[in-house]
């Protein structure tokens, strides 16, 4: 039987390249998604549309997050307009939310302890990447420890857990890179925190994957994307 | 300014007397709650009345866990009875909901980042207790670590964030001997898994509470209980 792996699937260009990257392994893999409140819902139906592309079952978590605390969460608050020199890795911007990586993985974890899969991918990165503190690597691997103690399938079933985080180490670029190659759809993935018809271009997000894709293609590679 | 702390507040009895343990020690706390589609309501209504006994701030998460995995979520399953002498700690009941432990406490430690709480209160208990990884001493030390590793709390404000966990090596009757003294309204709380109108006395959280009662009591001291 196939190893069995929980992907964190957001409709965004990361969590596209773990999936492909994923099933590339050779593991069966269940998207998760998730509705929390966020700014726009357009990225959700951006991933359900990928897992269906890649051929995977899709579930959809729903939450709410009453103490809101995230430009992301919050209409009322505005989205950060940095350049890229000002997106720092010292300084958390206000689209942070709190906690939100440990909520999203506790629920893979949760899934993945029901249906014994021994794998929980993330498509955290921690090179070209906002300031998140949950973005880590010495965060991923805290949770690796955590989750191994938590669980039915960690203790009585004595699976040793991996947190898979393959996007950890690269840059926005490499991961371009490694989604041409992977055949991922990256013209049907959606980055950007605002939910307007086209993407807002401005915010951390977009200009992160804009540079990505600068620096990765040949212009005849990246003229879809 | 008090030091701040985030109670998980499940209506039942353990954390009843964590949050009056906490505000006895001269912290601002909050209470917790989840709604996550568990057999009945019940127990939600009982923490909300004993928020407004302790006069503190109270909110209710709302979330859907559609994997299911345990009796307490899913109607059509029955809970187990079992006689005191089979709740052992070697094997998981099919109460245990996957991951739950971890749920609450990413929830707590999300709300916990957003008004820089510094602790985390649960009544996990690892003595008179159903078999569950996440009540474990090893379990609450590792989410710790892991918690000051995620937040913004824990990193860039660099407060030590402590999950606190009072009742962890009491037994049930040490627990109930210690709500007394604190003036806890035992009677206002429900630990019963099954929501009728009276506790149900066969489950293993019944059984358990009747148990700390019995060794703890006078019977003058107990007769509301």
Avoid at 99 to 115: E, G, I, M, P, V
Avoid at 131 to 148: H, L, Q, T, W
Avoid at 175 to 197: E, F
Wanted: net charge positive.
């Amino acid at each position: 039987m196939k190893p069995q792996a929980i992907v964190l699937l957001s409709g965004g260009l990361d969590s596209a390249v773990s999936l492909w990257l994923a099933k590339k392994k050779g593991w069966a893999c269940s998207a998760l998604t998730f509705d929390y409140g966020q700014r726009h819902k357009k990225e959700l139906r951006h991933a359900q549309r990928l897992a269906r592309i890649a051929k995977v079952p899709f579930k959809v978590v729903r939450f709410s997050l009453p103490w809101g605390g995230s430009s992301l969460v919050d209409k009322k608050t505005r989205l950060p307009r940095r350049s890229l020199s000002k997106i720092s890795h010292t300084t958390i911007p206000s689209t942070y939310v709190p906690a939100r990586n440990t909520l999203f993985l506790s629920f893979a974890l949760s899934w993945a302890d029901q249906k014994k899969a021994q794998y929980l991918v993330i498509g955290a990165n921690a090179i070209d990447y906002s300031g998140y503190p949950d973005c880590r690597p010495v965060y991923i691997k805290s949770f690796e420890r955590m989750a191994n103690k938590a669980t039915r399938l960690g203790t009585e079933q004595k699976k040793n857990i991996k947190i898979v985080a393959p996007l950890l180490k690269l840059s926005k670029a490499d991961i371009v890179r490694l989604g041409l190659k992977l055949g991922v759809p990256i013209n049907k993935t959606w980055s950007c925190y605002a939910g307007g018809k086209t993407p807002c271009g401005t915010c951390d997000s977009c200009r992160l994957r804009q540079k990505g894709i600068r620096e990765a293609c040949l212009p005849t590679s990246c003229a879809q994307l």
